[in-house]
């Protein structure tokens, strides 16, 4: 069974960073793409970035919402079936849960779309 546990996240200063990581455990021949999301009460979750699979990492595409660009980095690290943003610049706004999503395949035959458990980002002074 593939599992995907979140770490980081917590209280932090506006204009302050923190850095979230999501690493899938459990039997997997790959992982496509990658991303992560958020969600506030009485909102829908929204795509926060992604991350394609690539073969080299010049090769792989990523994408942000408008609200965090150039202050967020999505990263991921094959060999360790992680993903990570980096956030960078904080706002109040940006205060949510967060939650990192994979879509992977345990065996050449199956394809899964994961998420993780979610992790509280709070941006207060």
């Known amino acids: 069974q593939v599992q995907l546990v979140e770490s980081g996240g917590g209280l932090v200063q506006p204009g302050g960073s923190v850095r979230l990581s999501c690493a899938a455990s459990?039997?997997?021949?790959?992982?496509?793409?990658m991303g992560w999301y958020r969600q506030t009460p009485g909102k829908q979750r929204e795509l926060v970035a992604s991350?394609?699979?690539?073969?080299?990492?010049?090769?792989?595409?990523?994408n942000y919402a408008d609200s965090v660009k150039g202050r967020f980095t999505i990263s991921r690290d094959n060999a360790k079936n992680t993903v990570y943003l980096q956030m960078n610049s904080l706002k109040p706004e940006d205060t949510a849960v967060y939650y990192c999503?994979?879509?992977?395949?345990?065996?050449?035959?199956?394809?899964?779309?994961?998420w993780g458990q979610g992790t509280l980002v709070t941006v207060s002074s």
């Open positions: 991350i394609t699979s690539g073969g080299g990492y010049s090769s792989r595409g990523t």
């Open positions: 459990g039997s997997i021949v790959s992982i496509n793409d």
């Open positions: 999503n994979m879509h992977v395949r345990p065996t050449m035959m199956t394809y899964l779309e994961l």
